[in-house]
C-alpha cells in the first residue's frame, strides 16, 4: 500500500529551528509538497521538490532523498504565526497525490 | 496571481436537503478542479478531479451520485451534495490547476454542517 509518515505534533520555542520529517512508500515518485494549514483554512503551497537536494525559499527550506523515501521541511526563527500543521504530499506513479496526515507544530515563547 | 474563491464559506443545512458549493479560479483558466474533504484533526481526502467539459472522476469510495460535480467552465467548478445529512458535515476544500498537476491553488474551504 501507499503510506506516508509524519510525527503527529511537535513543538519549538520562538526564534528556534525545527525539521518535520516526512518519510513516504508509494508506487512510484513524481514530486514531493509541503503544505502549512492553518486550523480550520485551506492549505497555502510551501514547496515543491522532484530532485534530490535542498530548496531554499526565505524561512522555509525543503529538503528530498528519492532514495531513501524521506524529505524534510526546515523552518528558521520560528515566528508565532508558523503555529500550524503542515502537510507533507507526493505523487504517485499514477500522478495520485497521497498526502500525510500533517504534522501539528505548536510555538511556544 | 493564481487565486481560487470558494462560496458559500460556511453553511448550515437541514437533512435531506441538498447544498452546493462553488469553486472559481478567479485570475487564471483552470483546466483541472479538484475536491477535496477534511474531518477534524484529519488529512484530507481527495474526493474527486474534474476537467473542464467531461465528467468528473471519482475516488474509490466516494459515491458519484450523491456528490455531483459540474466544471461547466475553465473558471467554475461546483459540488453539490444531495440528500445531505448529518455525516457528510466536513471542511470541503477545492483546488484548481491551470497545467500542471503539481500546481493544485486551494480554495479558502467551505464548512457545511448538516443538522
Known amino acids: 500500500g501507499q503510506n506516508i509518515d509524519q510525527p503527529t505534533e511537535m513543538t519549538a520555542t520562538e526564534g528556534a529551528i525545527v525539521q518535520i520529517n516526512c518519510t513516504y512508500q508509494?508506487?512510484?515518485?513524481?514530486?514531493l509538497f509541503w503544505y502549512q494549514q492553518h486550523a480550520g483554512e485551506a492549505p497555502t503551497f510551501l514547496s515543491y521538490?522532484?530532485l534530490d537536494g535542498l530548496e531554499e525559499k526565505g524561512r522555509f527550506s525543503s529538503f528530498l532523498s528519492r532514495s531513501k523515501g524521506y524529505s524534510y521541511l526546515l523552518l528558521k526563527e520560528l515566528q508565532m504565526k508558523d503555529s500550524a500543521s503542515y502537510l507533507c504530499a507526493v505523487i504517485d506513479s499514477n500522478y495520485q497525490l497521497i498526502w500525510g496526515a500533517g504534522t501539528k507544530l505548536i510555538i511556544k515563547p | 496571481g493564481a487565486v481560487v474563491s470558494q462560496h458559500p464559506s460556511w453553511v448550515i443545512c437541514k437533512s435531506g436537503t441538498s447544498v452546493k458549493i462553488e469553486c472559481r479560479s478567479l485570475d487564471f483558466q483552470a483546466t483541472t478542479m479538484f475536491w477535496y474533504r477534511q474531518f477534524p484533526k484529519q488529512s484530507l481526502m481527495l474526493m474527486a478531479t474534474?476537467?473542464?467539459?467531461?465528467?468528473?472522476?471519482?475516488e474509490q469510495g466516494v459515491e458519484k451520485d450523491k456528490f455531483l460535480i459540474n466544471h461547466a467552465s475553465l473558471t467554475l467548478s461546483t459540488l453539490t451534495v444531495t440528500s445531505a445529512h448529518p455525516e457528510d458535515s466536513s471542511f470541503y476544500i477545492c483546488s484548481a490547476s491551470a497545467g500542471e498537476f503539481y500546481e493544485q491553488y486551494f480554495g479558502p474551504g467551505t464548512r457545511l454542517t448538516v443538522t
Open positions: 474534474s476537467n473542464e467539459g467531461s465528467k468528473a472522476t471519482y
Open positions: 508509494t508506487s512510484g515518485f513524481n514530486g
Open positions: 521538490n522532484v
